[in-house]
C-alpha cells in the first residue's frame, strides 16, 4: 500500500466472528493507522494523481541539476492542495488473498483508488482485475514481469509498458495512463520512455 482518498463515513456492516472478523480487523488497522482515524474518505484516487500532470508545466517541473549540470527528472510523489485530501494506491505483484476484504473497505468509505497491476498478475488473477476495474478503481501499470527498470534500455522498458497495457485492456477496456516503476526504480530513461508511452510515472511519499 503506498498511496487513498476519504469522505464520508457510511453505516459499519454487521459485526464478523472468528477468524473472518480477524482478517478484516487486521486490514482495515493497516489502512486506518496510515491514514489517521480522523480522516475520512473522499474519492478521486485519479483526480489528485492527474492533478500532479497539469501542475508539471515546463516551469514547474520536479527535477534538480546533478553534478555534472544535467538534469534529472523525477517521478511524481505528490500533489499540492488546499483540501485535506489523501490518495492510496495498492501495488498487485504477489497473491490475491485480501482482494475482496480491500474491497470491501474501500467500498464501505466510498474511497476510490489506484491498483498498479503487474502483467504476471493479470495472468493469474483476471478475475481480481475485472473485480478492481468494475468497483471503479484507477488501474495502473506496474510492469509485465516486475525488473530493475534502471537496467533496461527503451526497447525493453516500452515491451514491460506495452505487455502489461494490452492484458489490461483485453480484460477492462481500459486504456492506463499511470505508471509506478518495480521497486520504486526510475531515472531519466525510465521516466522519458514511459511518457513517450503515454505514462504519468507516480511513486509514493508514505509507503505500508
Not at 19 to 27: D, L
Not at 156 to 163: D, G, N, P, R, S
Not at 197 to 202: P, W
Request: aromatic share 10%; with cysteine.
Amino acid at each position: 500500500m503506498k498511496i487513498v482518498y476519504f469522505g464520508t463515513k457510511q453505516k459499519k456492516p454487521a459485526r464478523k466472528s472468528g477468524r473472518e472478523k480477524t482478517k478484516e480487523q487486521r486490514i482495515r488497522q493497516a489502512l486506518k493507522a496510515k491514514i489517521g482515524r480522523k480522516c475520512f474518505l473522499y474519492g478521486g484516487a485519479l483526480v489528485l494523481l492527474l492533478a500532479c500532470a497539469l501542475l508539471l508545466e515546463p516551469g514547474a517541473r520536479m527535477v534538480f541539476q546533478t553534478a555534472s549540470g544535467g538534469e534529472r527528472k523525477l517521478p511524481i510523489y505528490c500533489v499540492q492542495t488546499e483540501e485535506p485530501k489523501i490518495a492510496i494506491s495498492f501495488d498487485a505483484a504477489w497473491g490475491a488473498d485480501d482482494t475482496d476484504t480491500l474491497l470491501q473497505i474501500l467500498e464501505e468509505y466510498n474511497a476510490p483508488a489506484t491498483f498498479f497491476l503487474c502483467g504476471y498478475w493479470v495472468d493469474k488473477y483476471p478475475e481480481e482485475v475485472q473485480k478492481i476495474a468494475a468497483a471503479g478503481h484507477t488501474l495502473g501499470n506496474h510492469s509485465s514481469t516486475h525488473p530493475h527498470m534502471n537496467s533496461l534500455s527503451s526497447e525493453q522498458i516500452q515491451k514491460e509498458l506495452a505487455e502489461c497495457h494490452e492484458k489490461v485492456k483485453a480484460l477492462t477496456g481500459q486504456e492506463m495512463e499511470l505508471f509506478r516503476p518495480p521497486f520504486g526504480e526510475y531515472n531519466n530513461n525510465v521516466i522519458e520512455t514511459a511518457a513517450s508511452a503515454g505514462y504519468f510515472t507516480i511513486q509514493w511519499d508514505v509507503d505500508a
